[in-house]
């Protein structure tokens, strides 16, 4: 092959592998579709009935604004402390949760401006072990390490999600209902609850992780 030849073939080569998403081995969409990138509270042409990234930012987005209207947050005098309480699921999906919290935690703390302060009680062993490690001088402390000055919650913050579903020739329906609620660490009276609901239906199902 002369030196032209090869140029054209090389070019030709690369533009290939462009268009396909610089993938020459790899598994490609069907039809040739590229990847595409979309907004996380988008729908995209994957999808199924059941929780989507859309009604993840949508719900979790809602819930946020709604507990720092809330009185005993609006108007706190101190700054209240909350702990996250695991989202149980009692729908037919799989999914991870507790990712609600987390998105709902992320946008207080971005955008409360100070109005609330969330306890990391799911590092509470690695907590320990750095108290543990002042206490026996293996790391140094700016302040006597034998004060343990891990603070109590004032609130918990969790959530449910619940769901109906109806399957028949023509395809599925899902109904979703998104709840949450502030709970009085004290005295277990639900000082606030929201809630949010979709409701889905589709000609096929779709796997959920």
Request: charged share 25%.
């Amino acid at each position: 092959m002369n030196r032209t030849l090869f140029v054209r073939a090389l070019t030709a080569c690369l533009a290939g592998l462009l268009a396909t998403g610089c993938a020459s081995n790899g598994v490609r969409n069907p039809s040739g579709t590229g990847v595409t990138v979309l907004k996380s509270d988008e729908a995209g042409f994957v999808g199924g009935t059941g929780v989507e990234s859309q009604d993840l930012v949508q719900v979790s987005d809602k819930m946020a604004r709604s507990v720092l209207n809330t009185p005993q947050i609006r108007d706190a005098k101190g700054t209240p402390r909350i702990v996250l309480d695991p989202v149980e699921n009692s729908t037919r999906f799989a999914i991870n949760k507790d990712i609600f919290l987390t998105r709902i935690r992320t946008e207080l703390n971005k955008n409360a401006r100070g109005k609330v302060i969330f306890l990391a009680r799911d590092r509470m062993k690695t907590l320990e072990r750095e108290q543990q490690l002042k206490q026996v001088g293996s790391v140094t402390s700016s302040s006597d390490p034998n004060v343990v000055e891990f603070k109590g919650a004032d609130f918990f913050l969790t959530g449910k999600l619940e769901g109906m579903t109806t399957r028949t020739r023509k395809g599925v329906s899902d109904y979703i209902l998104y709840s949450f609620q502030l709970i009085d660490a004290r005295t277990s009276d639900i000082l606030w609850e929201d809630s949010a609901e979709v409701k889905k239906q589709g000609l096929e199902d779709a796997a959920y992780r």
